[in-house]
Each structure stands twice: as C-alpha cells, then as structure tokens.
C-alpha cells in the first residue's frame, strides 16, 4: 500500500504541476472533466448496452403511459408499476460498471484530499500534533521527544496515559523559503523514531494549494486509504500514527463556497453526460 500511495501521489502531483499559476479549481475541474469522460467510456464497455437502452425504452413508454392514461387509475398503476421495475433493472444493470470504477474513484478521491482538503499552516498559526504510541511500549515511549525544525516552536507535551497520546502545539513564526516540506522529528533516547511533514505556506496566505498530509497512518487498511500521503506506519513501530490539525481549504466556486469533492462529482456527471452522443454511451 506505501508503494502504491507513494507513486499515485507523484502521479497526482505531476498532474498538477502545469496548472500551479492558475487558480485552484482550474486543475481541479479540468481533472472532473477527464475523469468524467473516462468513466462514461469505461461505463460503455463494462455494461451490457443493449440491455440498458433497452430498459431506457421502457422508462420513456412507461412516463408516455402515465401521461397519456392519466385518467385511467388502472393503466396509471400499471405504468408506474412499470416505471420502477424498469428503474430497477437500469440499477442491476450499472452495478458491473460501478464496482469497477469504484476502485480508481476513491483512489483519485483520496489523492486529490490531500490538495483541496487541508491547507496549510500559516506563519504565526498554531496546529496540534497527536502521536499515538503502541499501547505495549508506552511505559517505555512516553517520553518522546519533539525536535521542530527552524522556525517552528513547541510548547512542552501533555501525555494521555489512557489513550496513549503524547500532544504538542506547535507554532510556525515565519514562512519557509520555499515549498520544501518541513521535517518534524521525535525521538526516544537520543535516537530518531519517527518523522512526520510540516507545510507552511509560503506567500503569506492561508489558502496556497499545496500536498497537505494531515495524519502519517498506522497500520490499519482504512488508515492508508484515508491518509496517502506518507508512508505508513509498521507493526513493530513503537508511533502507531501522527496528526497534525490543519485547518479546512477553503473552495470556491464562481464565488460560492463549494466543498471539492462536490464540485468534481457534478462536473464529472455533466462531463459524462455532455458527451454522451459521442461516446455513444447509454446510462
């Protein structure tokens, strides 16, 4: 799963890397797009067509019965009778199609969470970090260590025995000279234990898009899925996971606060559906 996340991550960024001047939602918009028609070409090819346009058949004769009979209760029950087991069988029939996008979807979905979901800290702005420490070893790890990088204070750590956390709150006092990821390191008698990236914006703003990595995961699937953004965590670490609380991007719209993943779901849907006639493709 590391090497996975660590090449769809690089993918990703090299994706995004030509749209850097523009503003945010342009790349995000122009990736719904293909990932719109991409998915309505693969719709076409994983589905069974004639059975869908078929079904497509039905749900037209079935609203021209209910609009034609409107009078006549009976012939109305039956139409819309007919209007949901055909609405049923389109449902049968896009399952197939559905379980083989699933698996890109939420991959890209993850991936892109890490750009759009999370912003940078910015200078003079406190986050928290939690580092949860195996419950086996924390008798012995309850002591680690922080080492921020220049530029960075930390208060001194509260230590959770009952959940096994150990929570600094860390402040940012100037922006980095560039972009270059922050290194936050602890460490357990004198020897490094873990790492876990710092971004700081650069420009001074607070909503600079850049790859945010709120949670270094552990060893839990659901964890790695969520979280892409380094590698995990390993069975015999004594740090099971780190979190850093960045604050929300926020995403606009034609000026209207729109979450992303909202904004790809509709762009990508009206992408498909805009070039339905081409693809030749029956939803």
């Known amino acids: 799963m590391n090497a996975l996340n660590a090449v769809l ?23 719904s797009v293909v990932a719109g028609i991409l998915a309505a ?3 076409r090819y994983t589905s069974n067509q004639t059975a869908l346009k078929r079904v497509a058949d039905q749900v037209r ?13 009976r012939s109305v029950f039956r139409a ?53 420490i195996d419950p086996r070893v924390w008798s012995e790890y309850k002591g680690l ?3 921020p990088p220049d530029g960075v204070d930390a208060t001194e750590p509260v230590r959770d025995a009952h959940k096994h956390l150990v929570t600094w709150r ?33 420009t001074g703003g607070t909503n600079e898009l850049l790859f945010v990595s709120p949670r270094r995961p552990g060893t839990s699937f659901w964890d790695r899925l969520l979280y892409p953004g380094e590698p995990a965590f390993g069975n015999d670490s004594p740090v099971q996971a780190i979190s850093i609380s960045y604050g929300a991007r926020t995403n606009t ?4 606060r729109i979450p992303w993943w909202l904004t790809f779901f509709v762009v ?11 693809i030749k493709v029956q939803f």
Not at 9 to 14: D, P, V
Not at 253 to 256: A, K
Not at 268 to 275: K, M
Request: charged share 15%; net charge neutral; hydrophobic share 60%.
């Open 170 to 202: 860390i402040c940012p006092q100037t922006a980095p000279a560039s972009s270059d990821l922050l290194a936050l390191r602890f460490e357990h008698d004198g020897g490094k234990v873990a790492e876990k990236q710092l971004v700081v914006n650069t």
């Open 268 to 278: 990508s849907i009206l992408a498909a559906l805009a070039l339905k006639p081409v």
């Open 145 to 147: 260590l922080l080492v």
């Open 41 to 43: 070409i693969a719709f």
């Open 61 to 73: 004769a079935s609203l021209l019965a209910m609009r034609l009979f409107k009078d006549d209760l």
């Open 80 to 132: 819309q009778l007919g209007l949901f087991k055909a609405s049923g069988l389109r449902l049968v029939h896009s399952l197939p199609p559905l379980v083989v996008l699933i698996i890109p979807f939420v991959l890209l979905l993850m991936q892109l969470a890490m750009w759009y979901e999370f912003r940078p800290l910015a200078p003079g702005e406190q986050a928290l970090i939690e580092v949860e």
């Open 253 to 256: 719209l034609f000026g209207l």
């Open 9 to 31: 991550a690089k993918l990703t960024g090299l994706v995004l890397a030509p749209f850097a001047a523009l503003p945010a939602q342009v790349a995000l918009i122009v990736i």
